[in-house]
């Protein structure tokens, strides 16, 4: 079992962690106006991308994209974690990002939806999580009711990132109420001009993201337009949702290291009673224990990112590393915030800033309870 990166992969790393330090943390605190980057900084860092080769960085070969594996994209994912300078949950400077689940399409959506979006004509957003269904999709009230050629969408989905700007929606929404997420749940690619369709609010979060709330009131689409066989909506939801977790947990490296770099250098500064913050045990043992547990997840990211790539199922893995990410990251940050005393509240740093968007990460795309239950099942399945 070899533990080292690809001599490519490596150098892959090194190429953005230069541009992270020098062209992202600069002006992490000027980068964006609201929840986007600045229109002209968003051209001049994508003229950039390109420039690396990283222009489309994980869309496959076959519709221009570089087609980097899993575990080149941890490795993309990773170094970008360590900077505030973009949208956490959309980038927006390596050229649209299709959902996966797009890539599941047949041959008469992709032109209408999948190819639209990689040439940068449209954009989607995800619409699974209801105001009483969020990690538990079999709880979702949104129905489907098939009428002749088409589907009656009715229903309310919440927390939808980018559903005010977005062209289409993938919508998740039963079909059969007494099947659940046993072939009772389908996906729809919905227009979001469609007569029916009303964006009722936008939330106002502790992060800078705005999602949104969106309402279906009889909302005709085409059968054509669903995703897959009816009732495989779950499975399409899921083709998503793993990826996610992966960049969760790369992610969480970036975030980690870099909170660790700030607290050290910090530490080494701050001078309390005569003595640097550095020689004083406390703050020793916080830097060393968010180091233990850096060194730690990046083996498990990296492992699952190789096992997806040649192919195994790394479900669980997902699990494990989305929870210990999630949660180690904001630890982390905890106490890079706590070394830094008052000056780690204030937006002259941007402690606070990982502090929230982790402490966010614990909740979007799994919260740990459900993840743990569905672990505590595959525990009881292999010990017994």
């Known amino acids: 079992m070899d533990f080292e990166l690809p001599e490519e992969m490596k150098m892959l ?44 960085f994980a869309t496959p070969v076959e519709y221009g994209g570089q087609g980097l594996g899993m575990l080149a994209r941890a490795v993309v994912w990773e170094q970008m974690g ?8 959309k980038w927006q400077v390596f050229g649209p990002e299709p ?49 002749g050629d088409d589907y009656i969408i009715n229903g309310s989905k919440r927390f939808i990132t980018s559903g005010d ?33 009303k964006v009722v609010r936008k939330e106002q979060t502790m992060m800078d993201d705005e999602p949104c709330d969106i309402l279906f009131d009889n909302v005709r689409v085409p059968a054509w337009k669903r995703i897959g066989a009816e ?25 980690m290291e870099r909170c660790i770099e700030l607290g050290a ?54 699990y494990i590393i989305k929870m210990q990410g999630d949660r180690l990251s ?4 905890d106490k890079c915030l706590q070394i830094h005393g008052g000056a780690g509240l204030t937006k002259d740093l941007p402690v606070e800033k990982f502090w929230r968007d982790q402490r966010s990460m614990m909740i979007t795309e799994g919260p740990e309870e459900i993840l743990k239950s569905a672990l505590a099942r595959r525990v009881f399945e292999l010990y017994v």
């Open 82 to 89: 360590r900077t505030i300078a973009l949208p956490t949950r």
């Open 165 to 197: 700007t977005a062209s289409f929606a993938q919508v998740i929404a039963k079909t059969d109420k007494n099947r659940g997420n046993h072939g009772g749940i389908s996906a729809f690619l919905v227009d979001m001009n469609t007569p029916g369709i």
């Open 330 to 333: 904001w630890e982390c940050a």
């Open 231 to 255: 009732g495989d909506g779950f499975k399409v939801g899921q083709a998503w949702i793993n990826q996610g977790r992966v960049r969760h947990g790369a992610r969480a490296l970036g975030v």
């Open 99 to 147: 959902s996966p689940t797009l890539y599941l399409l047949d041959e008469r959506q992709k032109p209408e939806y999948l190819l639209p979006v990689i040439h940068g004509q449209k954009t989607d957003c995800f619409a699974q999580t209801e105001p009483d269904a969020g990690g538990d999709p079999a709880a979702m009230r949104t129905s489907a009711i098939r009428d």
């Open 13 to 56: 790393q090194e190429t953005l962690r230069r541009f992270v330090d020098k062209e992202l943390i600069p002006i992490e605190r000027t980068a964006q106006s609201g929840s986007d980057l600045k229109p002209a900084l968003r051209e001049e860092l994508s003229a950039r991308t390109r420039e690396m080769g990283l222009w489309h």
């Open 265 to 318: 250098k910090y530490a080494k500064q701050r001078v309390t009673f005569g003595k640097p913050l550095a020689e004083r045990q406390a703050i020793q043992w916080m830097l060393v224990d968010s180091y233990m547990a850096l060194q730690a997840l990046r083996l498990m990211v990296y492992r699952t990112a190789d096992k997806y790539d040649r192919g195994e199922d790394v479900r669980y893995d997902a």
